[in-house]
């Protein structure tokens, strides 16, 4: 099977790609950007990607919301993973030393009280966490660093300067598996992603509320997003789990009944989020 992310190896993408398909023979794919990652699971030329979608410290990559439903991506599954992040740089270098530090923008922003301690270091936004240490080993930036994970560091044979530098060591990102359709439920699903949007009522929204609590379905997650064109209106992104599946079958009816639209981004198994 072929998965696509975004980073190369040594990014959190390679890992969580890695853990969630374990007993499967796949071939990961790197994407330089999630939209590019988006228009490929759209067009059918991977069988499954691989996106982050929220952090436990940065908060919810919303972009990652309007590309699932710009390109009607449907979500099969879900993995979390603890994410470690390291100060890696050229062998013999200290922190003191650097005046450039390249990560992705949610890997930056993780760090964010350890790099306070370095005002002189200029914070660069990269592609992929892997790839910026890649990046400053093959240009030879001496006195820049890289913000990755220690696997990056072993792979691009370069030197961790300081480990564990995420502002909270409960640091963990959601990665949701996309496909371009559905698939068919070899078990009963646990959890739904869904795509909401109101009547412009008073109320309306808290009515919504009210057709998952009659029917015992909680929800672990609601996201307002903007819609294009219509300023100021605004979709939900609403993720709930429930006990029984026909809970949720009857809460899906009557809020189709309800709300101006309700669609199913996927119904799946719920990922363990990991204690440690
Ligand atoms: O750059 C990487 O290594 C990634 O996999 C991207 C990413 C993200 O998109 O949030 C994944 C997990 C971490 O939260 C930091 C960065």
Redesign the pocket.
Known sequence: MEIG???VE???????ASSYFVDKEIAIQPFHD?RSLAKSIQAKTMDYGV??IE?T??GT?LP?YALINEYDLKITGEIY?R?E?NLIAHKGKKAEDLDQVF?????LL?CADFLANYPQIKLSE???????VKMIRDKGLENAGAI??KK?AEIFGMDILDSNIETNKK?Y?R?LIIKSRMNGHDQVPQKASLRVITKHDPGALADVLLIFKLNGINLTKIQSMPILGKPYQYAFNIDVVWEDYDNYKDALHALSAKAELVKVHGEYKKGNIPTV
């Not at 990269?126 to 910026?132: G, I």
Request: net charge negative.
């Open positions: 992310i975004q980073g040594g990014s959190f993408h390679n890992e969580a999630f996106m982050a952090n410290i940065a990559i990652n993973t994410i992040m990560s992705h923008p949610m890997a993780q990269y592609d992929d966490t892997a790839d910026s990755a994970s990056a640091n990102t990665f």
